[in-house]
């Protein structure tokens, strides 16, 4: 079967999906990549904005509504395989520079560095078992170069079973209070999440054409609705039914796709999932980015569409987006209105070029002494606090 170009650069659009990345069905789960850990993630998530790899810097811009010549918006330098290395940017608080620190491998995050207008410095330590899986994360602010300010610590607990890795996460705020973290079981082949304190209080993930996805969610905002997910060979997904109480259909969307992925129709259902609802199609041009956006309403009515054109630069990555706004009113179609245009320059490895060197900073001795005291410190807290307010 030939598959379109965007499946074969491998950017799988899940809608509202977030993707869980597993090298290969047969391969270990990779433990870090799963533990929802943010720092982590952060630095994985402009590399589904790519066709391709090998990508050293990008210069980002994007124009208003009104026409206005593209503003830079960030600078973004990245190691080979994409995660982020330095990223430069401008928002309310001001000028904002991250970066990222790996080991000598460039395989474990050891440190983010968030420095806003040269004033104050967010730290963040990572640290890791014998097995390279992670145990602890310690952060920390630095104002005017100088001031210590504890902000968060996070323990993760692992036991290795014979044929389970558990995970008990434990967050300390920055008043030492400690919150219910999430519970994982890695299995041969699949995960389970317990989170007793979010939306989804149990999740299963399972490899799916080599991608782990959600297929099973338990206790979803109420303890007695299950939703369960459904997908094609390629890892798409093809349904989200709702079941509240656990055996009774409350509500679900199915998916439709043609031959080679290029239109795709999302259907929602109500009145306990035997209805149609709103009904939305998107296309898709042949490297897989969006292109037409629109939905028809229960009542027939259809909504405005968004257009989306590009170009691209040979490696098939595209180098401007411009975005339009077509309404639409009484099934009538308007004239297409500009909404915006974005550039990006991407500049791309060269043969023997390296990424760039960064100096890490090393764990201060406030923090050092901090951090093994943190557990006490939350345990007093939580006494004080129980006696303060028996019924809390």
């Not at 620190?101 to 968030?114: I, S, V």
């Not at 400690?178 to 979010?198: L, V």
Request: glycine residues 4%.
């Amino acid at each position: 079967m030939k598959f379109p170009q965007f499946i074969k650069y491998g950017s799988l659009l899940m809608f509202s999906l977030f993707v869980f990345s597993v090298h290969a069905q047969e391969a270990p789960i990779d433990i870090n990549q799963n533990l929802d850990n943010y720092l982590i993630r952060r630095t994985y998530e402009d590399t589904a904005n790519f066709k391709s790899k090998d990508i050293y810097a990008v210069r980002y811009y994007k124009s208003d509504k009104k026409g206005k010549l593209p503003a830079l918006v960030s600078y973004t330098e990245y190691l080979p395989d994409g995660r982020i290395r330095t990223k430069k940017y401008k928002n309310t608080q001001g000028n904002i520079i991250e970066s990222y620190h790996y080991d000598q491998y460039f395989d474990k995050l050891l440190l983010t560095e968030r420095n806003e207008n040269n004033k104050l410095s967010q730290y963040n330590h990572l640290f890791y078992d014998k097995k390279g899986n992670l145990t602890e994360e310690f952060g920390y602010k630095i104002y005017g170069g100088k001031r210590f300010e504890y902000e968060s610590y996070s323990k993760y607990k692992i036991q290795y079973l014979k044929n389970e890795t558990k995970v008990e996460i434990i967050d300390y705020d920055n008043d030492f209070r400690i919150s219910p973290g999430k519970k994982y079981s890695f299995f041969p082949g699949y995960i389970t999440k317990y989170s007793p304190q979010y939306q989804y209080k149990r999740e299963t993930f399972k490899p799916i054409n080599g991608t782990l996805r959600r297929t099973e969610a338990k206790g979803f905002i109420f303890d007695d609705r299950n939703v369960d997910y459904t997908y094609d060979k390629n890892g798409f997904i093809t349904s989200e039914i709702w079941y509240k109480p656990a055996s009774q259909l409350e509500n679900k969307t199915e998916y439709f796709y043609s031959a080679d992925y290029r239109e795709r129709i999302e259907q929602q259902y109500h009145m306990r999932g035997t209805e149609k609802s709103l009904k939305t199609t998107r296309k898709y041009d042949e490297l897989g980015n969006l292109v037409f956006d629109q939905s028809i309403e229960y009542t027939g009515n259809p909504t405005g569409i968004d257009h989306y054109e590009y170009r691209y630069d040979e490696r098939g990555n595209w180098t401007e987006k411009t975005s339009y706004y077509q309404p639409c009113e009484h099934k009538v179609l308007g004239k297409k209105m500009f909404i915006s245009f974005e550039r990006r320059e991407i500049q791309y490895y060269k043969p023997e070029q390296h990424p760039a060197t960064l100096s890490l900073r090393t764990f201060p001795k406030k923090a050092r002494d901090l951090k093994p005291k943190i557990p006490e410190l939350a345990a007093e807290k939580e006494k004080t606090r129980k006696k303060s307010d028996p019924e809390q």
